[in-house]
């Protein structure tokens, strides 16, 4: 949730979304939870997606027409996916040169150089990397913004992702490729955890429903502890793991299988991927 001061900032503000797909409506819906006060409107050429954006959201307008969406935006963000983001704002560069709206892109390895470039140079830019989690409202997203984003449209742009989760600023784009190795594709590696989790566990015996109850309940519990305790993550670890005990000895066999190093690894991958695709 955003907090009062950040929340004011969207009051009264006219905020468009190009693509009324997942991540646009976890952020729509964070967003009228957070404030009444903001005029959304939606575009996307699939009625269906919009019939669904009416269905659950009958205040926000719809449209198929993105040169009609976009006019008179204080911010438009564009939820489109990377392969179709050149054909789909070029055309707008005309009107994003009048009227200097801010630009708010989530889509992964498009560049605000490119962004920038395509809408005709010299607009405010912010790109930013959510994650799925913010489909709950439990999200993490990294925050980047070229020169001619202004402290007030850096606050909007806060303000938006907050409602949906966690931000983090980073002075240098490329960091980017990083939070998408952690926090983008994040949620996918703690997935396999749990499912391997649930596998060994009815390999114990347990049944499968009460094996995934027991595997998510713990994994949320100890996120939830990592969060509130203000203790590092290893003297949480220290904590839990008794001399001789249980414990201990389910981490030394992940220890000696080289799990740390295979983190390592796996998030270098991803990161260099992430570079790969901005390319």
């Not at 911010?75 to 009048?98: G, H, N, S, W, Y």
Request: charged share 20%; net charge negative.
């Amino acid at each position: 949730m955003t907090s009062p001061a950040l929340e004011h900032l969207m009051s009264n503000k006219s905020i468009t979304f190009i693509g009324g797909g997942n991540m646009a409506r976890s952020l729509i819906n964070g967003i009228i939870q957070d404030n009444n006060d903001v005029r959304l409107c939606v575009s996307d050429p699939d009625e269906t997606q919009l019939d669904g954006i009416r269905r659950n959201w009958p205040s926000v307008k719809t449209t198929t027409d993105n040169f009609a969406a976009i006019d008179q935006a204080d911010v438009v963000i564009l939820a489109v996916k990377p392969q179709v983001m050149a054909q789909v704002i070029e055309p707008l560069a005309e009107m994003a040169q009048q009227q200097k709206m801010l630009f708010i892109s989530i889509a992964a390895g498009v560049t605000e150089e490119k962004l920038s470039t395509l809408l005709g140079g010299g607009v405010p830019v912010v790109r930013c990397m959510p994650n799925t989690p913010a489909l709950v409202q439990s999200g993490a997203t990294g925050l980047f913004a070229n020169e001619q984003v202004s402290k007030q449209q850096a606050s909007l742009a806060e303000s938006i992702l907050r409602s949906v989760g966690i931000t983090v600023w980073f002075k240098e784009q490329h960091l980017l490729d990083a939070v998408t190795a952690v926090s983008g594709s994040g949620p996918a590696y703690f997935f396999l955890v749990m499912e391997a989790m649930q596998a060994a566990a009815e390999k114990l015996g347990i049944t499968p429903e009460d094996a995934k109850l027991l595997t998510l309940q713990t994994a949320f519990g100890a996120a939830k502890l990592a969060l509130e305790s203000g203790d590092e993550p290893a003297e949480l670890r220290k904590k839990v793991t008794s001399k001789g005990g249980t414990t201990e000895a389910a981490l030394a066999e992940l220890m000696n299988g080289g799990l740390p190093e295979l983190f390592d690894t796996a998030l270098q991958a991803a990161n260099n991927r992430a570079k790969e695709l901005a390319k």
